[in-house]
């Protein structure tokens, strides 16, 4: 199993439409035998201490392998909707990692 967790920035006023973008590729994770363990929106208080802005979600995605997640970035369905991703994000962290 492999674990993908991401810092999402979204850019001002763009709330809406990266939530629609969401409500249209998170479903997708099962197809792509993903699970999303958590997804986050934390408040300014939740952070002890940051060196850079503070995203916006926090999501903790699992693959069984990286050919799953990989197929889950190609989805046409996915695809179809990038737009709204491009138009409501700014910028994305995504790191990989594995359990211990």
Do not use: W
Not at 6 to 15: D, R
Not at 24 to 40: C, Q, S
């Amino acid at each position: 199993m492999i674990y993908y967790t991401q810092l999402i920035f979204i850019k001002p006023g763009c709330e809406q439409e990266f939530h629609a973008f969401e409500e249209k590729v998170l479903p997708l994770l099962k197809e792509h035998n993903g699970e999303l363990v958590y997804r986050i929106r934390p408040d300014k208080s939740a952070f002890v201490e940051s060196s850079r802005e503070l995203p916006y979600e926090i999501h903790l995605v699992t693959f069984g392998s990286k050919a799953d997640f990989e197929d889950y970035k190609t989805d046409p369905k996915r695809l179809s909707s990038m737009e709204m991703k491009n138009n409501s994000v700014e910028n994305i962290i995504l790191i990989e990692g594995f359990a211990l």
